[in-house]
């Protein structure tokens, strides 16, 4: 199933996207004093007002790219008043089978907590043991199942 472009992660401008990842780079590995001209920067070409910490420790978690283009997508990560159910399940079924580039399935993974909302959205799809607080819980949970169960978690909740 395709998804509505307001679903989907924007399209970003690659040129920016190098430009931003060769500064985040000179950022996590930089110091404080010595990438205060690199921090300011990305700060404008990105249109953000990150600080210093915000850069450490991006090269442990993921490669720069992908952190450049989370960044350059979270404006975009925002509540679909018409959003369906089947849409959820195709954002479910996107996330969970890992269909994209990792900062496409964060993307994902975000519209799912924003338009549930279930903030424990991602527990159901990666640790759902932890979800209903049950260690030998092992049942593999489908798209349909995960977004069911979170629907109707949060309407109890409301």
């Not at 395709?2 to 500064?23: N, Q, W």
Request: proline share 4%; aromatic share 8%.
């Amino acid at each position: 199933m395709g998804l509505r472009p307001d679903l989907m992660p924007p399209s970003l401008d690659e040129s920016l996207v190098a430009r931003l990842t060769e500064l985040s780079e000179q950022i996590d590995c930089g110091h404080r004093e010595q990438t205060r001209e690199q921090l300011a920067a990305f700060n404008r070409q990105a249109m953000t007002e990150l600080e210093f910490i915000d850069f450490q420790g991006i090269y442990g978690g993921q490669d720069h790219d992908t952190w450049v283009r989370k960044v350059l997508a979270s404006p975009f990560e925002r509540r679909v008043a018409d959003v369906t159910k089947r849409e959820l399940i195709e954002l479910a079924r996107r996330v969970m089978e890992c269909d994209g580039a990792e900062h496409e399935i964060d993307f994902w993974l975000s519209m799912l907590a924003i338009n549930i909302p279930n903030e424990r959205v991602s527990d159901l799809i990666f640790w759902p043991n932890e979800y209903f607080n049950d260690i030998n819980y092992s049942q593999r949970l489908s798209p349909e199942q995960v977004i069911e169960i979170a629907l109707n978690d949060r309407d109890a909740v409301l």
